[in-house]
């Protein structure tokens, strides 16, 4: 089991050392921002990987991921019989006494398998950097039953992501047991060797975010994930109900609804995502366990990175498709070049060259930006050798952000607006930043700033530079943390 930390050959267990460096260079090439992995087989790890400056240590958001942890603790509640899937989830809130008629009928299986009746999640609505510390409605509770209900979708029927959903079994789980989820889970967490560092983000009324605050190391992660591999058991102990786990791992519900779909459209059980070979977590920014358990085979996988669940799966399935039915030859030479490969990983953000003969023309220069809507109003940029210095001013306020040239500068990004342990409430601190920046083309400076803290984002920075004018384009990124930053605009070298 991975609480054993047992590392074996991949020849050992069917896989070929080959098929992990492929794996490797399928997201080197394809420039995903991978932040670390674990290919696991029969408990015995066949290859961890971090990209540094990552390690074993570093905790990760797992983000949506937590939704299954979530429905463990469900599952446990159910097996003590504290909590009864077919109750209306409302029951467990004496103090909701007018809920919206719809919302009064929606079962806790509902909310389990994404099944309620609301035409949004209406929850997560961050405070801005110019407004009030936390932002109104942080009941997420009561949110939930008032919400706007679809008088015409019953409930338990069509499935619609639905994270508010989520948050309220946390909730559930704090009153019907007296204690946050994962403190709950503390006994199951234990046998399966899940150290005590793991955190939660909290709701804005305090309890454990459920639906997508945990915080846990890789390793950790993958012990969780093991849990739902084997549905529940560990080493012959059935530690979560077993009749809950292979419901809860079972299409109980169909999932897509237009072709757009591709990545979730395989189905959706309690918490719990289908995938054509067995079924997984799935979490915002690439937070990925697939699991396939008719080879007891599982690639848990974190990362920096939106939108790429296809491509993270396709090279999860490859490996998965590359195991032999029997163990293979020992290869000495492949089994050295992976290890070396694991070694030598890590994040890789430059999209150009590191220098440009611009640099001497725009570095050290003010640039005044044209009216916009961020408030962006001045821009200068200082390169040296290795590093440099991106300076603007928003609103009166200027900010600095050094990055590498063509390698990533470990620094932080000059915000402290960002929720961090509480959500909706500033954290009062600068997030932990990776920020590269590269010549994209000769005239064009890239710089890319990965935030990986409490709350990961990431936020690019194109400057186009021509004559004595810079064009200038933001996006940024993020659970409520970069939205602000977020405009095109010009400007010109002011004398």
Not at 79 to 101: C, M, N, Q, R, W
Not at 133 to 149: H, I, M, P, S
Not at 205 to 221: M, V
Not at 316 to 325: G, M, N
């Amino acid at each position: 089991m991975i609480k054993d930390l047992k590392f074996v050959t991949p020849e050992s267990e069917g896989l070929s050392s080959e098929s992990i460096l492929e794996f490797i260079d399928f997201f080197k090439e394809l420039r995903i921002n991978l932040h670390s992995f674990i290919i696991v087989k029969g408990g015995n790890i066949l290859a961890e990987g971090y990209y540094k400056p990552f390690d074993k240590d570093t905790k990760k958001r797992i983000y949506s991921c937590s939704k299954t942890i979530t429905s463990y603790a469900v599952g446990k509640a159910c097996g003590e019989g504290l909590v009864d899937l077919k109750a209306p989830i409302v029951s467990y809130f004496p103090e909701i006494t007018d809920p919206h008629p719809v919302m009064a009928t929606v079962t806790v299986e509902d909310v389990l398998m994404m099944c309620v009746p609301l035409a949004n999640s209406p929850y997560c609505r961050f405070a801005s950097p110019d407004g009030p510390e936390v932002t109104e409605n942080d009941d997420w509770t009561k949110l939930f039953f008032e919400g706007r209900a679809v008088t015409d979708k019953p409930a338990g029927r069509l499935f619609r992501y639905n994270s508010l959903g989520s948050s309220v079994l946390c909730d559930m789980i704090k009153r019907v047991t007296g204690k946050d989820f994962l403190d709950y889970l503390r006994p199951e967490l234990d046998k399966i060797g899940v150290s005590e560092d793991i955190d939660c983000i909290r709701s804005p009324a305090g309890f454990q975010w459920g639906a997508s605050g945990i915080l846990a190391t890789t390793r950790d992660f993958a012990k969780m994930g093991e849990l739902l591999l084997h549905k529940g058991e560990y080493m012959g102990e059935q530690l979560l109900p077993r009749d809950y786990m292979e419901r809860a791992t079972s299409r109980l519900r169909a999932t897509i609804h237009g072709e757009d779909e591709k990545t979730g459209s395989h189905g959706y059980g309690y918490q719990i995502w289908m995938e054509p070979y067995g079924y997984g977590m799935h979490g915002m920014r690439g937070q990925l366990v697939h699991c396939f358990p008719d080879k007891d085979f599982m690639v848990v996988m974190t990362s920096n990175e939106p939108d790429s669940f296809v491509e993270y799966y396709y090279a999860a399935s490859r490996l998965y498709k590359a195991i032999a039915d029997k163990p293979l030859p020992e290869n000495n030479a492949a089994y050295g070049e992976l290890c070396q490969a694991l070694i030598d990983l890590k994040i890789d953000r430059s999209f150009g060259a590191a220098h440009s003969e611009w640099e001497k023309k725009i570095s050290g220069k003010t640039y005044i930006m044209n009216e916009n809507s961020m408030g962006l109003e001045r821009i200068k940029v200082d390169i040296g050798e290795g590093e440099g210095i991106f300076s603007f001013t928003v609103r009166g306020e200027e900010k600095k952000l050094r990055f590498g040239l063509g390698e990533y500068a470990d620094t932080t990004f000059p915000d402290k607006t960002f929720y961090g342990k509480q959500s909706n409430v500033r954290s009062g601190r600068e997030f932990r930043t990776l920020v590269t920046g590269s010549w994209t083309a000769e005239d064009t400076l890239f710089i890319i700033a990965d935030i990986s803290d409490d709350t990961p984002g990431s936020l690019g920075i194109s400057l186009e530079f021509f004559g004595d004018s810079l064009a200038a384009e933001l996006r940024g990124t993020g659970e409520g943390i970069l939205g602000r930053y977020n405009v095109t605009c010009s400007g010109k070298y002011a004398d």
